[in-house]
């Protein structure tokens, strides 16, 4: 099986009622599709960073009670796990598709990131494309575009990441819903190559 690309049913996995059932449907509709992405993405992203990469599907296998309202395949240096370190992922939302690449609390090495992006703060501004977008929290869908954020308001994006425990820092792309569902899975990947690559420089800073 090669990438299908996603359809309405992907997006409607993420409406249904109670955790068992959610995440049956969401091993057998969504999952599939994203471990092809994991397959796809993991050479090339191991060619464009210059580490090896290993895709990691997420299993939400901590989850008791509140279904997942998201799901991702993570990409990172380490067989064992991606939360540590930074790392890319494309995943969805009921209402989008999200290409990132991400810092999230849980990685030790954030403070040296976050000085890193802020000593190429000119770079970066000038460097990512207007329609991406930040994020400082993974576990909700929103995220602000780069048009909208001043270089004031980036810099301190990259002062929270050094200063508080919990902050995380994301950015990348979104498709909506209907852009997605549109786009054929060759233009999918394409367009998620391209992202990674824009992306690419955060990884090296990091």
């Known amino acids: ?65 509140n279904p997942p309202n998201d799901t991702w395949v993570a990409f990172a240096g380490n067989a064992r796990g991606y ?10 939302w009921e209402t989008h598709v999200f290409i990132w690449f991400a810092i999230i609390y849980e ?45 004031d308001e980036l810099y301190s994006m990259f002062q929270r990441l050094q200063n508080i425990k919990k902050a995380e820092i994301l950015c990348g792309y979104h498709i909506s819903r209907e852009d997605a569902v549109r786009m054929s899975p060759d233009q999918f990947i394409e367009k998620a190559e391209a992202v990674f690559r824009n992306l690419l420089p955060l990884y090296k800073m990091a």
């Open 83 to 92: 939360k540590m370190l930074p790392h890319f992922q494309i995943g969805l």
């Open 107 to 151: 990685a030790p090495n954030k403070i040296a990131a976050g000085k890193s992006f802020e000593n190429n703060l000119g770079k970066l501004y000038k460097a990512i494309p207007k329609d991406y977008v930040w994020s400082g929290d993974h576990t909700k869908p929103d995220a602000v575009p780069h048009s909208q954020l001043s270089k």
């Open 1 to 65: 099986m090669s990438f299908t690309g996603f359809t309405n049913d992907d997006f409607d996995v993420f409406k249904i009622d109670g955790l068992d059932e959610r995440m049956d449907k969401l091993k057998s509709v969504i999952r599939p599709k994203l471990e092809e992405l994991g397959r796809h993405f993991a050479p090339s992203l191991s060619s464009l960073s210059g580490d090896e990469m290993f895709p990691h599907v997420a299993k939400h296998a901590r989850r008791t009670k």
